[in-house]
């Protein structure tokens, strides 16, 4: 309806915004910097989220955090006001589990990563090592042969605090063999932020083992292929499936991608400035529409 018109609805006339609610029939939603950020809700997402459902809409939360299971996202986005089922809820440990199950892996997974995709692992029965502190020792270079797991046959990398370059030399010790999986949760530059501090995402570590181990690595998360085929599984129809996010190298192009209508909210990791370079120099991938918050949205339907 607004194909790549970076339009402002609440500029939108009443009978546009009737339009572009009834033009969409599922609605895929990025979590954080577009529902909350950190353990607290932006104001008035989880309104119109629930709003969606109340008009018939299908919902699901697709993220690309990997630190938890889709059942704390779920209880986690319930707390906030969020209508949830556990099946609504597509985050990129989930992915890795279903992923390493679906072409029937069997070997141990190296995990620089969280919990999160350690428990996914463990609910479809594979092994794996690697998540907590490796801490850099005086005598580090000293890595031995010895020291790797032999039922190693993949490295899996999301974002992990205790990252180190221990982890480093065993992610690129493992893949040093061919026959090795390279698996990634995402490649996001850097977590939305609700102060000056800048939390660098996946995609730094992601990077930093793709150029010790000198190969690239299946990404799993937006806007990768992965997701899309997951989400083509679920009988989505994608022209009328709505994709609302914060980032247009992820959440956008994923859209872009997978022929959905897309709606970029200002609350996350994009900015207005940016949006106005955006629209400006037409940068794609360009959104159908924008909106400063979520919450508007719902605003605009009941004035």
């Not at 580090?140 to 999301?158: N, Q, R, W, Y």
């Not at 030399?169 to 995402?186: D, I, P, R, W």
């Not at 000056?196 to 992601?206: D, K, Q, R």
Request: one cysteine or more; hydrophobic letters at 40%; aromatic letters at 8%.
């Amino acid at each position: 309806m607004f194909k790549s018109a970076v339009f402002d609805l609440k500029h939108a006339e009443k009978e546009q915004v009737e339009e572009f609610l009834n033009s969409f029939d599922t609605v895929l939603s990025d979590c954080d910097g577009v529902l909350w950020i950190d353990n607290n809700a932006i104001p008035g997402s989880a309104d119109t989220m629930n709003y969606f459902r109340k008009i018939g809409k299908r919902v699901f939360f697709v993220t690309n955090n990997s630190t938890k299971i889709r059942s704390d996202f779920a209880l986690k986005a319930q707390q906030l006001g969020f209508i949830a089922d556990e099946n609504e809820i597509l985050s990129t440990s989930y992915l890795v589990a279903h992923y390493l199950k679906s072409i029937g892996f069997k070997k141990k997974v190296y995990l620089i990563g969280s919990n999160g995709i350690g428990d996914e692992l463990n609910a479809v029965g594979i092994k794996h090592v690697g998540v907590g502190p490796d801490h850099v020792k005086p005598d580090f270079k000293s890595l031995k042969p010895t020291d790797l797991d032999s039922e190693v046959g993949a490295v899996v990398v999301g974002f992990d605090e205790h990252v180190s370059y221990p982890k480093f030399m065993k992610a690129a010790s493992y893949l040093a063999s061919e026959n090795c999986l390279f698996v990634a949760t995402n490649t996001d530059e850097r977590f939305p932020k609700s102060s000056s501090i800048v939390v660098p995402g996946s995609g730094t570590l992601v990077r930093a083992v793709e150029t010790c181990s000198e190969r690239k690595a299946l990404v799993l998360g937006k806007p990768h292929e992965y997701i899309r085929k997951y989400l083509e599984s679920c009988g989505l129809n994608p022209a009328r499936t709505l994709m609302i996010g914060d980032r247009c190298n992820t959440d956008i192009e994923f859209g872009v991608r997978c022929g959905f209508q897309t709606l970029l909210v200002l609350t996350g990791v994009t900015s207005t400035r940016e949006l106005e370079k955006i629209r400006k120099e037409q940068i794609a991938p360009l959104p159908d529409v924008v909106l400063p918050k979520l919450g508007d949205l719902l605003e605009i339907v009941e004035s």
